[in-house]
């Protein structure tokens, strides 16, 4: 099945996270098929984000990996800075799409109160 590619996302700029798998994964390849600069956030150099790459094949652009953990603030500012150099100008669209562990009962991963 063959798709018309829009031309609004040539060279835009967009970093996702969560992009080892399922609909991160998904994005990344779409929008690197489609002509984006795509950008990916990682914890870790996985397998799974081996295959991501893998499974873009040769885009317009070469991907962008940047490994570290979102819940730190001194890696998502080194982030920031790599990908902003990797891309090659300022992020235009991110989407957040890592996931969030799974803490057990009990021990809640966010509480309102």
Do not use: Y
């Amino acid at each position: 099945m063959q798709t018309e590619i829009d031309s609004s996302l040539i060279g835009r700029r967009i970093v996702i996270t969560g992009a080892s798998r399922g609909m991160g994964r998904a994005m990344a390849i779409a929008f690197a098929r489609a002509g984006a600069r795509v950008g990916m956030i990682a914890q870790h150099d996985s397998p799974p984000l081996k295959k991501t790459l893998e499974m873009m094949g040769n885009p317009t652009h070469q991907p962008f990996v940047s490994l570290g953990n979102l819940t730190n603030p001194k890696d998502c500012a080194r982030m920031r800075e790599e990908l902003r150099d990797g891309l090659s100008g300022n992020v235009e669209v991110l989407i957040n799409n890592a996931g969030v562990p799974n803490n057990g009962p009990g021990n809640p991963f966010w509480k309102v109160d």
